[in-house]
């Protein structure tokens, strides 16, 4: 993720990350983690524990959010978003689906990507 964005999240969410840790995966996804650290939160705010980050990146086209001991309800929250991430371009925030890199479903590498963007290598 861009530096700029990550430090919006550290920012708005300093219980949730440390600050010290990185966001290993680029910037179409910001909106879907803003939002689930925002309804992580809210649970918090109602009496949830607070959750924190260990590591937050993309694995097989994916979102991993991984977290500290988190409760059933806040974990659910998480699978969501983790969910989610595999109908949103990981570049741009799209609409995508999962696809193999270069359009090859069985090379392991896979990205969720929207047409636009499904043949594009980020820098």
């Known amino acids: 993720m861009s530096p700029d964005l990550e430090k919006q999240l550290f920012e708005r969410y300093p219980q949730i990350f440390s600050g ?3 966001i290993w995966c680029w910037d ?3 909106n879907l983690i803003d939002t689930l650290c925002n309804q992580l939160q809210q649970a918090t705010a109602k009496g949830a524990p607070q959750v924190t980050t260990w590591q937050v990146r993309e694995k097989m ?3 991993r959010f991984h977290v500290q001991r988190p409760e059933p ?3 659910g929250m998480i699978k969501l978003a983790e969910a ?4 949103i371009c990981d570049l741009c925030g799209n609409r ?3 696809r193999g890199l270069d359009g090859d479903m069985s090379s ?3 990205r969720t990507r929207c047409d636009e963007h499904a043949n594009t290598q980020p820098e």
Not at 84 to 87: G, V
């Open 20 to 22: 010290q840790e990185r």
């Open 28 to 30: 179409g996804w910001f």
């Open 61 to 63: 086209g994916g979102l």
């Open 73 to 75: 309800l806040q974990h």
């Open 84 to 87: 989610m991430s595999l109908r």
């Open 96 to 98: 995508g689906k999962l």
């Open 108 to 110: 392991g590498w896979m």
